[in-house]
């Protein structure tokens, strides 16, 4: 059995909404007031952050801190790579979703000639560039660095060349160009997307389940359709944003969006799926506690973390 490993990535300098990088902490305090010994059990390794960033100018207006956001996926692309060749199982627990390339990027990297699958559960397609983001915060754009995606085709911002040449250096980290193929992504809950997002998702016939195909078809229908869309990857890797459940129960994230599954389907889904083997690595993120009451997302999300664990244990 591989050993797990927590790697604790508190980190919000891609998001626009301040306090995600309290979110692990609340999440450790969830498993506290539960009375739960899981973050003792389990190893753990925090990667250093570039939150100081966050007291300085943002920079370019069309890829907010990108340069820190570097240096941080750089730093979790080597944390995550070493587990796994380790024969460990990374189990990243991230502030904001900008994370995400990073943890790709390490994936690659130990596994240079393999296929790698993506699920990505989210209220958010997570893919912009700089040049059609609206708002310029780093945590709507992991996937298009991880596709090697510009999407200029619809571009309505003029990056100048530093940001072009930095957004080019973190596609490109880990010497791995593109990472994922959009063959190779499903994306589950999606429902805040914008045009130039959608232009993407229909031009590349991305695999979608729509919250409504969720509660309709049912969690071990999804799942198992999933999981048949990617068989053709030799390794899976499910990322999951908190704000994928309905903003009723995801108050306590950034960019919480009406119509969502709830936090039982969240939690029967990821279960399904970390069952398969192929799924070599699982992301939470986006927790924050500043926007809840009473820590409720981050009990929320502790409960799903502990549901995913014993499967992985067990």
Not at 38 to 46: A, D, T
Not at 251 to 258: A, E, N, S, Y
Not at 286 to 294: A, G, H, I, S
Request: include cysteine; aromatic fraction near 6%.
């Amino acid at each position: 059995m591989k050993k797990l490993k927590f790697i604790e990535v508190k980190s919000e300098i891609g998001a626009g909404t301040r306090g995600a990088s309290l979110g692990i902490d609340a999440i450790k305090i969830a498993a506290l007031d539960y009375g739960s010994s899981l973050f003792k059990k389990v190893e753990s390794v925090e990667i250093p952050t570039q939150n100081h960033l966050l007291f300085e100018n943002p920079g370019s207006p069309y890829a907010k801190r990108i340069k820190g956001l570097i240096t941080l996926c750089e730093k979790i692309a080597a944390e995550v790579s070493s587990t796994i060749k380790k024969n460990g199982f990374p189990i990243v627990l991230a502030g904001d979703h900008s994370s995400a390339g990073g943890t790709i990027a390490g994936l690659r990297m130990a596994y240079p000639k393999q296929k790698l699958g993506v699920i990505w559960i989210d209220a958010h397609a997570d893919l912009h560039s700089p040049y059609t983001s609206p708002s310029g915060n780093m945590h709507g754009m992991p996937v298009a660095a991880s596709l090697g995606e510009d999407n200029a085709a619809n571009k309505m911002n003029k990056p100048d060349k530093e940001t072009l040449d930095l957004w080019n250096k973190l596609k490109r980290i880990g010497n791995i160009y593109p990472k994922i193929n959009y063959r190779d992504l499903v994306y589950i809950g999606v429902r805040d997307v914008e045009p130039e997002e959608t232009y993407l998702l229909k031009k590349n016939k991305v695999k979608t389940f729509t919250t409504n195909e969720v509660k309709r078809n049912g969690v071990e229908k999804i799942a198992r359709e999933t999981l048949s869309h990617l068989t053709h990857c030799n390794l899976i890797y499910i990322s999951f944003d908190v704000d994928s459940m309905d903003s009723s129960i995801s108050k306590g994230t950034g960019t919480p969006v009406r119509n969502g599954i709830t936090e039982k389907e969240a939690g029967s889904l990821l279960v399904r799926l970390i069952q398969h083997e192929k799924v070599c690595c699982f992301e939470i993120c986006e927790v924050n506690p500043t926007l809840d009451k009473e820590n409720l997302m981050a009990e929320n999300t502790f409960e799903i973390l502990q549901k995913v664990v014993s499967q992985l244990i067990n």
